[in-house]
Each structure stands twice: as C-alpha cells, then as structure tokens.
C-alpha cells in the first residue's frame, strides 16, 4: 500500500540552530512531492515541490531550503532557525491527473525558542 | 490565480446540529475540488472530494456538490457529533497543480 512517512512528530530548536525534517513515501515511484507550514490563522503555505530527484520548485522565499536526494525521499532544511519559522509543518505526495489526490504525513510541529 | 476562500470560524455548534461551512473558489478550466479534515494533533486527512461539475461527493455523513455556475462546494452534514471536532479545508487541484487550500475552518461541537 502507499504510505507516507514524516518525522520527528515534534521538535524545539534554539535561534539559529540548523534543521531537518525528513519525509519518504512507499508503495509508489517517481511520487510528486511536497512541503507545507501551517501557521496559525494562515492556513496552508505551500513551500516547496519536487517532481523527481534533484528537482525543487520553490513557491515562497524563506530561510528554509529543500532537496531531494532519492526518488522517494524529501527533505526540508534550514541553515539558521528564525522565530518565524515556528509552525506545523507537513509533507504531502500528490498523484496528479484525472484523480489528483493528496497524501499527507503525520506533520511535524516545530517551535523555535 | 487559483485560488480557495472559506468561511472563518470557529463554528460552535450544538451535538445533531446541521452544519454548512462555505466554500468557493477561483479557477481557470475545471478543478477537482476537495474536503480534507485534520483532528487534533494529526495531519491532513481527505475527506471527499469531486472531480466535475454536478459531482456530489460524500463520506461519513459528510456532503459537498460541485457547483460551477456559483463556483462552490459547500460542505454539510445534517447532524454533527462531538467527534466531528476538527479543522476543515477546502482544496482544488487543477492541470497538475499542487493543491491550493483555503484557510481552514475550525468546527467544535459540544454535547
């Protein structure tokens, strides 16, 4: 069956520290892939999506970045953590076509202190 | 642009209480249109969705109908629980487009 992974579930990061947040999905190849944040009252920015390995499309211009080292995994990252990248953050694989559809994982819920 | 507006809540409501939350949105061409639900604490979880105009979509008592001459696709139930506390987004997708979300409408329903 086709699952997503995301994780951690949570995390608390110091300013300025760096990030990872890892994202893979089974059961499929060549998935479209992408990133959102959830922020409170401003529902779902997307970020970032990556039609195959090496591609990222960038929506938003931020101080987090994306790569895609496998086909089927997606990782958001970011040199520095700033307050204002506090927020839920989710991965989603997205089949497209005649029945688009998304599949999201558990969601990662970071808060920058 | 694309784009989704929906009803700001928080919508309060009663248990067995009829529920419409509003949806429309702005498109070129034809998109698919989506309800998705997220409980506490969880990721997104799709809800319903249509692909065409007319199309009525359903799922745990859950209804929502594909209108293009109003370009809507308001979500409804006639009798919510407490277990239909949850935030609620509506969603198109178009011509292979990442899905664009509205900004979520909180629902909390006591007994």
């Known amino acids: 069956s086709q699952t997503i992974h995301q994780w951690p579930a949570t995390l608390v990061q110091p300013v300025g520290s760096p990030l990872s947040l890892e994202c893979t999905v089974e059961g499929t190849s060549n998935p479209n892939l992408y990133w959102y944040r959830q922020a409170a009252g401003r529902g779902l920015q997307l970020l970032f999506y990556s039609v195959g390995i090496g591609q990222i499309s960038s929506e938003v211009p931020q101080n987090l970045s994306a790569s895609r080292p496998q086909d089927r995994q997606f990782i958001l990252s970011s040199k520095k953590l700033l307050l204002s990248d506090s927020g839920f953050y989710l991965c989603?694989?997205?089949?497209?076509?005649?029945?688009?559809?998304?599949?999201f994982g558990q969601g990662t819920r970071l808060t920058v202190v | 642009g694309n784009s989704v507006t929906q009803m700001e809540g928080p919508v309060t409501l009663s248990e067995e209480a009829f529920l419409t939350i509003n949806c429309t949105y702005t498109?070129?061409?034809?998109?698919?249109l989506f309800w998705y639900v997220q409980y506490p604490g969880e990721g997104l979880q799709l809800l319903l969705k249509a692909t065409k105009a007319d199309d009525k979509g359903s799922n745990k008592g859950f209804e929502a109908t594909y209108r293009k001459e109003t370009t809507s696709f308001h979500l409804e139930k006639g009798s919510v629980q407490v277990s239909d506390s949850a935030v609620y987004f509506c969603?198109?997708?178009?011509?292979?487009?990442?899905?664009?979300f509205g900004k979520g409408t909180t629902l909390s329903v006591s007994s």
């Open positions: 969603a198109l997708a178009w011509a292979g487009t990442a899905l664009i």
């Open positions: 498109a070129t061409g034809y998109p698919s």
């Open positions: 989603a694989w997205v089949i497209q076509g005649g029945q688009t559809e998304a599949f």
